[in-house]
């Protein structure tokens, strides 16, 4: 296809990654604000991220097969709508004062997200040269960061700062401060509503543009089953990487807020300010990540970038004041490039098993809402948030060892029996 054809739709796909990562990213502001709201543990705070990341696992499969029989662009304005009809809710959400609710709008949100995911990762990979997908993927990754980078400064100042200080509550009936605590709830209606709109007009758009169609059976036989995928050694080892990283990607954005006002001492919207730091961190990661791409391999940057944050780890559970804070900042811009150079890397070479090797990897985004309640058990048990980063430290040697050995492609694929794999 040629570059012309493919610019309108390349930038229309970008948008996508903007677009998640918001929402992604408004996830950490929710996080304290519904922990306050609805006096919850940690862990009961991370159900946010539970009901997100489950739903990754229980639509990844079912948005490859929409993919598959009807196409990427019928996914990805599935995706939108989905999005929109779940960021609509919260105003209901907010109006009936219930946590399950809440959890109930982010799990359908997270639906939508999820074909969204499916559809786009592989479609940007894929839409150009063969030999660049891990670049292109990253770059349009960057617009993720970007989100990131956003989101937690105006989330912060539009929700966090509708409430009640402690010596404002404490001096309230018990019964003022439930209604005080659940009316802060309301302050999430319209960032939600905006969001939602701005969705709905997008899918429209999405509805009269032409995508081009891509083509990944030339030499290998369309997938019947997710066993024939599976059979990916590269594959398998990136559904395993992909869990990790996520996992810990969750643990370090979701609950940073919680984490800086502990580790250094520091105000929740001051934290939230360097949790956009954060996101400018991992957003300016991407580029230069990218940028190396072309002097160095993908596989070999995603190890030595894994490396680094086992180390800064380490300075996360063991230092104190705002050095921690610099760790973390500095973990999200070594983090940047893992997600679509997972991805790429677990996908390359899968041809006609492409779309189920997507929805796996989609599926083992199920990480985020796993690993962040192990963050949050081992915070809550020893009294000390620090220690809750040994999560992501484990995370980061799976992802090492993928970028070092796991990606490696092999020359043949074995053609097993289904039972075999059973």
């Known amino acids: 296809m040629t570059k012309n054809k493919s610019l309108f739709p390349f930038i229309l796909i970008t948008s996508l990654f903007f677009l998640w990562g918001f929402a992604h990213n408004l996830d950490p502001i929710l996080i304290p604000h519904l922990k306050k709201s609805f006096t919850l543990t940690t862990v009961q705070a991370t159900l946010v991220d539970s009901a997100v990341f489950i739903a990754y696992f229980l639509m990844a499969l079912p948005a490859g097969v929409i993919i598959k029989k009807y196409g990427y662009k019928t996914g990805i304005i599935t995706g939108l709508l989905i999005f929109a009809f779940g960021s609509y809710l919260f105003i209901p959400a907010a109006n009936t004062q219930q946590y399950i609710f809440f959890l109930v709008a982010l799990f359908i949100i997270a639906c939508g997200l999820t074909i969204l995911e499916t559809a786009a990762n592989p479609y940007a990979s894929s839409l150009g040269d063969p030999a660049t997908s891990t670049q292109r993927l990253n770059f349009a990754q960057s617009f993720n960061g970007l989100a990131a980078s956003l989101a937690p400064v105006i989330g912060a100042r539009i ?28 302050s999430v209606k319209m960032p939600y509503f905006i969001l939602g709109s701005v969705l709905v007009l997008i899918a429209i758009v999405f509805a009269f543009t032409h995508l081009p169609k891509l083509q990944h059976n030339e030499g290998h036989a369309a997938s019947k089953n997710i066993f024939h995928a599976l059979k990916h050694r590269h594959l398998a080892w990136g559904v395993a990487a992909q ?6 990607q969750v643990s370090v954005f979701s609950l940073f807020i919680l984490y800086a006002t502990k580790s250094a001492g520091i105000t929740e919207v001051k934290a939230a300010d360097y949790l956009g730091l954060c996101g400018l ?61 997972i991805f790429a890397l677990g996908i390359k070479e899968l041809k006609g098993d492409t779309e189920f090797g997507s929805s796996l990897i989609i599926m083992s985004i199920v990480g985020g809402a796993i690993l962040p309640r192990v963050f949050g058990y081992i915070s809550d048990m020893t009294g000390n948030i620090q220690y809750g980063y040994l999560v992501p430290l484990l995370c980061f040697a799976v992802v090492a060892y993928f970028g070092f050995k796991g990606h490696r492609v092999k020359a043949k694929i074995e053609e097993l029996p289904v039972s075999a794999i059973l």
Do not use: D, W
């Open 243 to 248: 869990f990790f990283y996520v996992g810990a």
């Open 159 to 186: 929700i966090l700062t509708k409430g009640y200080t402690l010596a404002q509550l404490s001096a309230m009936t018990e019964e003022g401060r439930k209604l005080a605590l659940a009316a802060e709830a309301s």
């Open 281 to 341: 961190a991992f957003l300016v990661g991407r580029f230069i990540g990218t940028v190396l791409m072309r002097y160095f391999r993908s596989a070999a940057l995603l190890a030595a970038y894994a490396g680094i944050n086992i180390l800064l780890c380490v300075i996360a559970i063991l230092g104190h004041g705002m050095a921690t804070v610099y760790a973390v900042i500095s973990i999200c811009f070594f983090m940047s490039i893992m997600f679509p150079t």
